[in-house]
Nanobody, 117 residues
Framework: QVQLVESGGGLVQPGGSLRLSCAASKMIFSLYAMEWYRQAPGKQRELVAR???????NYADSVKGRFTISRDNAKNTVYLQMHSLKPEDTAVYYC???????????WGQGTQVTVSS
């Protein structure tokens, strides 16, 4: 079955940077848009960024100009480069394959990002 495995999270100071990775397996990676979500304690899970199969990107207003989503189809990996991190970016970040009607959603296990001084 499809597997998505996030990595790269950790503790970083405000203003710092992290790059998250999501490695996909058992799927034809290049055929799907990929998404990053995040969920902070007590808050709804929110869509952070999306990249289409053709490389077009979309971002939540809260991260525009600071985060960049990219993909390497040869490595079956999607990335989220995060700069100028703020405490409010603290959350568990999840990788997700774009949903398709009638097919289960596939999520990674999540990786914790903590932004604190």
């Amino acid at each position: 079955q499809v597997q998505l495995v996030e990595s790269g999270g950790g503790l970083v100071q405000p203003g710092g940077s992290l790059r998250l990775s999501c490695a996909a397996s058992k799927m034809i990676f290049s055929l799907y848009a990929m998404e990053w979500y995040r969920q902070a304690p007590g808050k709804q899970r929110e869509l952070v960024a999306r990249i289409t199969r053709g490389g077009s990107t979309n971002y939540a207003d809260s991260v525009k100009g600071r985060f960049t989503i990219s993909r390497d189809n040869a490595k079956n990996t999607v990335y989220l480069q995060m700069h100028s991190l703020k405490p409010e970016d603290t959350a568990v970040y999840y990788c997700k394959r774009e949903g398709t009607a009638g097919i289960p959603d596939y999520w990674g296990q999540g990786t914790q990002v903590t932004v604190s001084s």
